[in-house]
């Protein structure tokens, strides 16, 4: 895969957005056993519940969100333009350098405005630090790669799109700050 932007993957679950401040309370697959997958109350299993392109998840006394519904890299891109970021997950794409074009592209202006857009608030607290992990991972002892990001604190408006023109499909979750 190219570099252009950094890539983390996953084993099979889905990613998460959790607050740094409450890291150490996700517990991943504590708990969890293949025979109990999507029954137990294991923190990864509540996550895989999850379909969404992102929805929340509660634990430990806070929120996370849970970035679902599609397996493949995710990175997450800024932009001078967007007071927030997209995650961009990588379904197929021929060439990296295409997707920045394709996230200023009339195409995915009207696909954030259109029916198959999923929306959902996103809360960010001071001081606005943020982690994305596979929900496998244990908090308090993460192994996998992660990516750090720093929002401003406030309610973003996250908006899931599926992108696919003739050289990329990408599923991108926009968080843009209020």
Known sequence: MPDLFEWIDTEGGPFLLLPERSLSSWRGTEGW???????????YSRACNISDWIGPI????DTGYVLGGDIGPVS?????????GYFVQWIGVDDEAEI???????K???????????HISVEVHEPGELRVIQAAEIGDNLVAPTIPIKL???IYDATSVFLETASLMIVVRRLKLQ
């Open 33 to 43: 056993t293949f025979e109990t997958h999507g029954e137990d109350a294991s923190d």
């Open 58 to 61: 509660q634990y430990g006394g």
């Open 76 to 84: 997450w891109i800024t932009t001078k333009e967007l007071e927030g």
């Open 100 to 106: 920045l074009p394709a996230l200023h592209s009339d």
């Open 152 to 154: 401003r604190p406030g």
């Open 108 to 118: 995915f202006e009207e696909l954030l405005l259109s029916e198959k857009a999923e």
